[in-house]
Structures are given as C-alpha cells and as structure tokens.
C-alpha cells in the first residue's frame, strides 16, 4: 500500500485572502483592547475581559502571520 502525501485541509490559493482577513480581524481587536485600556479607569477594568480579548487577537494575529508565510512561500 503507497502512501498518501500530505495535503493541506484548505486550499493554497486561499492563503492571501486568509491571511489579509485574519490580520484584519485581528488589528481591530487589538485596537479595541487599545481602546478600551485607554478610557476606562482602573478601578473599572475588567481582568477577565483584557485577558479574553488579548487571547482573541493573539489566535487572529497568529493564524494571519502562519496564512502570511504560507503564500509567501515560507512553509513553516
């Protein structure tokens, strides 16, 4: 039995337009946090908001830089 090449689960051509959308996405995340750090008082901040919100914008900003490498030819 031969086998079987390895395969991405989404297509190549693909990668620019996910890559573009996911560091979109996470840009504006990172600016809410940004925003948020900067009007709210700190007797008003929320831990467990910063904390969700970075790790939103951690995930999106993640997989657009692996979807940028991946269609600029640097398969990591």
Known sequence: MAAK????PIP????PTLSVFTLAIGLVITAIFFIY???SSRKNRSLAKELAT????????GF???????????YV
Do not use: D, H, N, R
């Open 5 to 8: 090449p390895i395969a991405s």
């Open 54 to 61: 970075s790790a939103v914008a951690s995930v999106f900003l």
């Open 37 to 39: 750090e900067a009007t």
């Open 64 to 74: 657009g830089s692996l979807f940028l490498l991946l269609a600029s030819g640097v």
């Open 12 to 15: 190549v051509a693909m990668y």
